[in-house]
């Protein structure tokens, strides 16, 4: 039976996983460790590109050569908002810069390679297929591989191409929340079912997914998060304060020195891991923090309070998620029987005590929260090579995906919908002869499509010219176990078909992402009302094309009267009031049809 990996491709640390003897067991590397950093570096001592642990130790000596972090530009382009406000904040040492290969996108600078954000995790996978292949003895070429639940299509694809540019053949993408809960629920299958928060805190992203696990199918209720938000956030914070004790022109030196910077990002982090266990720590450089710096000896001393004091609007900021989260899949917080924490960053204990205040129950820390996503896509990984795991997964579309109809959103697939899924709608042409139509595809939650985001579209040709309305054109939407979006048309009568996927859809920042679902709700009865109204001038548009077809063909057999009133009615293109004229053009079309029906019984006898 083909093995397939379980990957968990992470901001700062990554992990390998394989289904044996009945349960996930995590694959160490070749040195012993269960995590690689997800680290790519330039060896200065032989010019040879390395990854993992030995990249990372070249990363305080070398950061222009040494890439970290990549996963915060997978899928994205140059120009975007959280790109550019990384490079300002110094968070990246290394050189970024707009791709001569890919139009608005992003490469990167290793020594004189320029690799896009793809070809480095590429690397990082290639070293995780090596050192699984090491451990099992033989080769492997396929796998599951995690992302955010709040990827997009574009950093999902990224994510396909880059496990393709590993040469692994790439099962399933599968969503870490969910991952997560696969490897805690595969032991609860013949217990009553559980509704479960998965609170997942990285390096680069937070998400939060509700899920129900036990007897019958596991299922995703909702899902939410900020891809763009994590434990890097809180390294650059620390990075801050120590700049602010040393103060004066030296902090100024100190804030354009890129060696110098490595070198604190590295003692922030260590700070930062220690104080999830210690009430103080020094974070101390005992050499000069670069050639060009004044500044040796660095001693501070750093409490717990004083980073949590730092982490709070970091902590904050993953509880609106939780809340919308909630909302979505109709739950009240109390309903949640068991939270479990992912991420190394959950190690902290101030963000456990912010979890457990909001969920009201303490949190589940039995499964180790850096190992639990690699483990769970084990499962998953094994259920697709036909191992009886016993669960069934369904995971969820997490923004609403639909079509542009005049000027407005309508729906296809409503978010949180389980998937794989398809569903279809059929439309027809708004003018007579018309012979092809433009489908545009959007995703948001607002009444109108200008205030969504756009993925893509086409054009169906070849459309028998006919009457408006009459051509019937069959538009669907299929969302595959990965969560990309594929859309086709087809003309029902002449069997014309288009069919396109999405692979550069939403170049979303997060507060974008954020704003559309604030914004849906805040504008919710500004939307109904603007639904009440398109659906009204929907019937009306319906309504005047038979009065008038009616005129046109049968105003030989209607009363003068009548015909008189139908005229007087079709010339109001904007009623005062749009309920009343709605009312007046359903009643002469009854009485124009009851006419006719009794005319056409007349004419019988």
């Known amino acids: 039976m083909t093995e397939i990996l379980g990957i968990d491709l992470g901001t700062t640390n990554s992990a390998v996983a394989i289904w044996r003897d009945g349960k996930p067991q995590i694959i160490p590397d070749t040195d012993g460790y269960i995590l690689t950093p997800s680290v790519v570096a330039l060896d200065p001592a032989n010019g040879q590109v390395v990854v993992g642990r030995r990249a990372y130790a070249i990363a305080a000596e070398n950061p222009h050569s040494t890439i970290y972090s990549i996963k915060r530009f997978m899928g994205r382009r140059f120009l975007e908002d959280v790109v550019q406000e990384d490079l300002q904040k110094c968070r990246i040492l290394y050189e970024v810069e ?11 600078a290793v020594g004189d390679k320029h690799l896009t954000p793809q070809e480095v995790s590429a690397k990082i996978l290639q070293k995780l297929k090596a050192d699984a292949e090491a451990f099992l003895g033989h080769e492997v070429t396929q796998a599951v591989i995690t992302v955010p639940a ?17 040469g692994l053949e790439v099962k399933r993408v599968l969503s870490e929340p969910t991952a997560a809960c696969l490897a805690f629920g595969y032991k609860k299958l013949t217990q009553a079912r559980q509704k479960i928060a998965v609170y997942d805190l990285g390096g680069g992203t937070f998400d939060i997914s509700i899920l129900e696990v036990g007897r019958g199918p596991f299922r995703v209720r909702a899902t939410n998060g900020n891809t763009h938000l994590g434990g890097d ?13 040393i103060g004066g022109e030296k902090k100024s030196q100190l804030q354009e020195d890129l060696i110098a910077l490595a070198h604190l990002r590295v003692a922030a982090e260590q700070a930062k891991i220690d104080l999830s266990s210690e009430d103080e720590v020094r974070v101390q450089i005992a050499q000069s923090l670069s050639p060009a710096s004044t500044v040796r000896n660095l001693d501070l001393t750093l409490t717990r309070a004083q980073l949590q004091a730092m982490a709070e609007v970091l902590i904050t900021q993953t509880l609106a998620p939780c809340r919308q989260a909630l909302q979505d899949a109709r739950l009240p917080v109390d309903d949640i029987q068991e939270v479990l924490l992912v991420g190394g960053q959950t190690r902290m204990p101030a963000i456990r005590k912010a979890v457990e205040d909001f969920f009201g129950k303490e949190p589940n820390v039995t499964v180790n929260p850096e190992e639990v996503v690699a483990q769970g896509a084990a499962v998953q990984a094994a259920m697709l090579a036909g191992i009886a795991t016993g669960l069934k997964l369904a995971d969820v579309v997490p923004l609403t995906l639909g079509v542009n109809s005049k000027g407005r959103m309508d729906t296809i697939i409503p978010r949180n919908t389980p998937v794989p899924v398809v569903k279809t709608k059929i439309y027809s042409t708004a003018y007579e002869n018309q012979e092809s139509v433009e489908v545009q595809i959007y995703q948001g939650e607002r009444l109108l499509v200008a205030d969504n985001v756009k993925l893509g579209g086409f054009i169906l040709g070849g459309i028998e010219p006919a009457p408006a309305g009459e051509p019937e054109i069959e538009v669907a939407f299929r969302v595959d176990p990965d969560g990309i979006l594929h859309v086709s048309a087809k003309d029902l009568r002449t069997g014309n078909f288009k069919e396109i996927t999405i692979t550069d859809s939403m170049r979303l920042t997060e507060a974008e992402i954020k704003d559309m679902l604030r914004e849906a709700e805040e504008c919710a009865a500004e939307d109904a009302a603007m639904r009440q109204q398109a659906e009204m001038e929907e019937q009306i548009e319906q309504l005047v094309k038979r009065l008038k077809r009616l005129l046109a063909e049968k105003k030989g057999m209607l009363p003068e009267e009548m015909v008189t009133v139908i005229c007087e009615a079709l010339e109001v293109t904007s009623p005062a009031d749009w309920q009343e004229h709605v009312v007046l053009l359903e009643n002469l079309w009854q009485q124009g049809s009851d006419v006719l029906s009794s005319w056409e019984k007349g004419q019988s006898v």
């Open 233 to 245: 956030d809180l390294d650059q914070l620390i990075v801050k304060w120590i700049l602010d004790e």
């Open 98 to 108: 707009e791709s001569k290969r890919r139009r608005g996108g992003i490469e990167v």
């Open 150 to 166: 709040y990827f997009h299509d574009s950093q999902r694809q990224a994510t396909r191409d880059a496990g393709r540019l590993a």
